[in-house]
């Protein structure tokens, strides 16, 4: 594609990387993201996802904003209280670059929500809501329709990435990680408390994992899991193996 002089101009940093180039700008451009929650994680990840230009981000997020939301939902001040979390996302993200499109579904996700024909529309899926019943229907969606799945998880001084490619047979999903009835007693950031700027990392790194998927560069990160504590600065990343026995992914077929 051709870029006009203020696109040329804005993405200048990216363009100028080898790894990512002209060609690639042109493909952030052209590719479609599906963000499930506008809270901790996901208010860093839609500012940088707008920022580097990808073409189409749809957010979808049924809460409103509140005051105890602002110590690490950047995209959100104290005017927005009360506002539905993708209205108020939209209007900043829009003004982080106008050029985009945002689409937005203030619902909790259902994979019932969208057609096949939309479905097939996304290139990748980044996951960053707090509970687990939402994870694992986002994961299944994901391997349905084979898109690829960033998932990402924040508690207390702790994050998770982990990167799940369903476009391959033998990948693993999100199941294989946490199983069929992962434990519901870890409780949630408004019951451990978060580290407010510990969600800026961990949307900032699914947003790095989203733009690789978009534009390959450096070793492929498919099938991994990064976790970090902050309390000592350390980080670790494993391999993902796949659960044969997977009632998603192990099934018939795949």
Same mark, same amino acid.
């Given at each position: 594609?051709? &870029?006009?002089?203020?696109?040329? $101009?804005?993405?200048? /940093?990216?363009?100028?990387? =080898? %790894? ?50 602002? *110590?690490?939902?950047? +995209?959100?001040?104290?005017? $927005? ?5 993708? $209205? ?5 993200? *829009? ?11 203030? *619902? ?8 096949? %024909? ?13 509970? &687990? ?10 391997? %349905? ?21 369903? /476009?391959?047979?033998?990948? =693993?999903?999100? *199941?294989? +990680? ?29 947003? +790095? %994992? ?32 796949? $659960? ?9 077929? /795949?």
């Amino acid at each position: 594609m051709e &870029f006009s002089d203020d696109q040329l $101009d804005r993405y200048a /940093r990216h363009i100028v990387l =080898p %790894e990512i180039g002209g060609a690639g700008q042109a493909r952030l451009l052209d590719t479609h993201a599906l963000v499930i929650g506008a809270g901790g994680i996901g208010c860093p990840l839609l500012a940088y996802l707008a920022a580097a230009g990808l073409g189409r981000v749809t957010v979808m997020d049924d809460d409103h904003v509140s005051l105890s939301n602002l *110590q690490r939902q950047i +995209l959100f001040g104290s005017s $927005d209280i009360g506002r539905a979390k993708v $209205d108020a996302a939209q209007h900043a993200l *829009q003004h982080i670059n106008a050029e985009i499109d945002i689409i937005t579904v203030n *619902q909790r996700f259902t994979a019932q929500h969208f057609s096949r %024909e939309e479905a097939a529309g996304f290139h990748v899926i980044i996951d960053g809501c707090d509970n &687990f019943a939402t994870r694992l229907a986002v994961n299944r969606f994901a391997v %349905e329709h084979q898109i690829p799945l960033v998932s990402a998880a924040i508690g207390r001084f702790d994050l998770q990435i982990a990167i799940f490619d369903a /476009r391959r047979d033998d990948a =693993p999903c999100y *199941q294989c +990680l946490v199983g069929d009835n992962p434990d519901p007693g870890a409780g949630n950031c408004a019951e451990q408390g978060v580290l407010g700027a510990l969600a800026g990392v961990a949307g900032s790194l699914a947003a +790095l %994992e989203a733009i690789r998927l978009a534009v390959p560069f450096g070793d492929d990160r498919a099938d991994s899991l990064l976790m970090a504590d902050m309390r000592d600065m350390r980080w670790r990343s494993v391999r993902i193996a796949r $659960d044969p026995g997977c009632t998603v992914c192990g099934k018939p077929g /795949r």
